[in-house]
């Protein structure tokens, strides 16, 4: 059974930065585009990043490029997210999943608040 636990979320002032992990189980990671999406308060999910098997190529959401970088250490097993630059906007539970236009398995998320 696949499992994907994210962590590294929490309280930021605007202009913060914050990492998020993601560390996986129970598939073969490496075989796998992932990729980060994120629900805010009262609106429905929002694709923000995918990164390729093998690190190689990145894709970014308009609303976070330039700001946010993904990445992925496939020796352990593990799915990263920088967010730099934070904004009040950027405030959403964010979900690491395998995939990159559908996605197949999800973590239960890790919410980030960016509020002074």
């Known amino acids: 059974e696949a499992q994907l636990v994210e962590s590294g979320g929490g309280l930021v002032q605007p202009g913060g930065s914050l990492r998020l992990s993601c560390v996986t189980s129970g598939f073969i990671f490496d075989d796998y585009s992932m990729s980060w999406v994120r629900q805010s308060p009262g609106k429905g999910l929002e694709w923000v990043s995918t990164i390729s098997w093998d690190g190689v190529g990145t894709w970014h959401a308009k609303s976070i490029e330039g700001r946010f970088i993904i990445s992925r250490d496939n020796a352990k097993r593990t799915l990263y997210l920088q967010m730099n630059r934070l904004e009040s906007e950027d405030t959403a539970v964010y979900y690491c999943?395998?995939?990159?236009?559908?996605?197949?398995?999800w973590g239960k998320g890790t919410l980030v608040t960016v509020s002074s």
């Open positions: 999943a395998s995939g990159a236009t559908s996605f197949g398995d």
